[in-house]
């Protein structure tokens, strides 16, 4: 299995999410984490799924998923998740200072 790392920005968006779905339905955010884990361990396995999105940062990746988009690099062992936004979100504006 190759290797998965979460940034710290990942699991603050992760944690946001979590809250929200907890408010919500926690039957949708069992869903949510069960579903985003195999998720990222599919993106592992085959790293280059995702479509670019080198346009805002190079070398930087996306999925989608549920109505967010998990952003990755691919690195030597595997893939390093930088977050997980909202797909309505000004994609551009959320990596603009990093």
Not at 10 to 15: F, G, H, M, T
Not at 47 to 52: C, F, N, T
Not at 62 to 91: A, C, K, P, T
């Amino acid at each position: 299995m190759r290797r998965l790392v979460i940034t710290i920005d990942a699991s603050r968006d992760l944690s946001e999410i979590a809250d929200y779905f907890l408010e919500q339905s926690i039957n949708a955010g069992d869903r949510f984490v069960e579903g985003f884990g195999k998720k990222c361990q599919h993106l592992a396995e085959f790293p280059y799924l995702g479509r670019s999105y080198a346009y805002i940062n190079p070398g930087l990746r996306g999925i989608s998923f549920m109505q967010y988009i998990i952003f990755y690099q691919v690195i030597d062992e595997g893939i390093e998740i930088l977050r997980v936004v909202s797909g309505y979100r000004n994609l551009e504006a959320v990596f603009k200072n990093k």
